[in-house]
């Protein structure tokens, strides 16, 4: 059997995976019916908590209460939803997106986007490993929620960096709790008038959608000033979201280590040789490609993402099932104070970011 045809079949479930799926789907199915709930009993005051947020605590809730009396019989189900389902999840996160977009907000939304990517990524690296000794997993993953996408982020990344379930919930929980604060105090900073002399309301929906952390959450952030803000900070964000193929290729590289024979000289093609491209995150470009300019109906886009956001909410409540309530306790509070010190680093770092971009 050829590898494209083995990966293809890797896609298709299992009997043994059954029971299990079919748990994770109706878990997520209710999931997703409670954030619509929220949102109506709420008047729409939760839109930033998201059906993610709900799947992981849902799922860690039950991981640590009764799914460990039938994880025998769910067990495959649940980690084919970790694996397979999340990557097909990214894949599909490209029906949320086009290049168009990107013309609507021109190069300063690009150039701050990869600008804030890079420099949030390696600050978080370099004081997680550096200065408060949390490990390169955690770290990185925490770094790749912030930099780019939130909990998207950081499932897209895990399959490269190989984490356990518990960091990659610590990595989420750094975006949920910092990226709600952000939700709520970008929208009080600009009323209030401080970044009015540095930034006027193109430039702060650009600055939203370059640092806040999920894309619920640049909806919020910047519809709380007016439409028009809304839409340049969620097409700012999406800009940030297409950084995310090219950004685990260069992770992928950066962890690989060069295995040449004994005595042969290390070279960068030797160590290419060797990486393991996220080719799922290169699927997730062609959708977004076809998405652009091949031409759909409103009804198939609805539909592709209503599949999507099904997909990453069994993905997530899966994760919360896995996750150990005791593993996250063992890290203890240096990954949540590494979220607080990026978080920082966002708002005064990425402002400084967007302020010499509009200057240029």
């Not at 939803?81 to 300063?108: D, N």
């Not at 000289?265 to 062609?286: C, D, E, N, S, Y």
């Not at 977004?288 to 599949?307: K, L, N, Y």
Request: glycine share 8%; hydrophobic share 55%; with cysteine.
């Amino acid at each position: 059997m050829s590898t494209m045809s083995q990966t293809i079949v890797n896609y298709v479930p299992s009997k043994p995976q059954g029971l299990g799926l079919i748990a994770v789907l109706l878990a997520s199915l209710f999931c997703l019916w409670l954030d619509s709930r929220l949102y109506v009993w709420t008047n729409g005051a939760m839109v930033g908590l998201s059906p993610l947020t709900l799947a992981i605590l849902t799922g860690i809730l039950l991981g640590n209460t009764v799914y460990p009396r039938f994880a025998d019989k769910l067990s495959n189900g649940v980690n084919f939803s970790k694996g397979e389902i999340l990557r097909l999840a990214i894949m599909f996160y490209g029906f949320k997106l086009t290049f168009t977009q990107v013309a609507t907000v021109g190069m300063p939304a690009i150039v701050s986007d990869a600008l804030v990517l890079i420099s949030t990524f390696l600050l978080t690296y370099w004081l997680g490993t550096r200065w408060l000794k949390v490990d390169k997993q955690t770290t990185m993953l925490i770094g790749s929620g912030a930099s780019i996408c939130g909990a998207a982020a950081v499932i897209a990344a895990e399959p490269v960096i190989k984490a356990d379930a518990h960091k990659v919930t610590i990595a989420v929980a750094t975006v949920v709790v910092f990226g709600t604060i952000a939700m709520l105090l970008y929208p009080f900073l600009y009323h209030l008038g401080w970044l009015a002399p540095w930034l006027n309301a193109q430039q702060y929906g650009i600055y939203t959608g370059s640092t806040v952390h999920e894309v619920a959450q640049v909806v919020v952030a910047g519809n709380a000033v007016s439409h028009d803000v809304g839409n340049t900070a969620v097409v700012t964000k999406m800009i940030r979201v297409m950084m995310l193929a090219p950004f685990l290729l260069i992770l992928s590289f950066s962890l690989t280590k060069d295995e040449s024979t004994p005595g042969e000289k290390q070279t960068l093609i030797g160590r290419a040789k060797q990486v393991k491209v996220p080719w799922f995150a290169f699927i997730f470009i062609l959708i977004v490609v076809v998405h652009t300019w091949v031409p759909m109906s409103d009804s198939f886009e609805r539909t592709m993402v209503r599949i999507d956001d099904l997909l990453l909410t069994m993905s997530m409540f899966a994760l919360g099932l896995t996750t150990h309530l005791s593993a996250i306790k063992q890290a203890g509070i240096k990954p949540l104070l590494l979220g607080a010190m990026i978080f920082a680093w966002l708002i005064l770092g990425g402002g400084l970011i967007n302020i010499g971009v509009s200057l240029l």
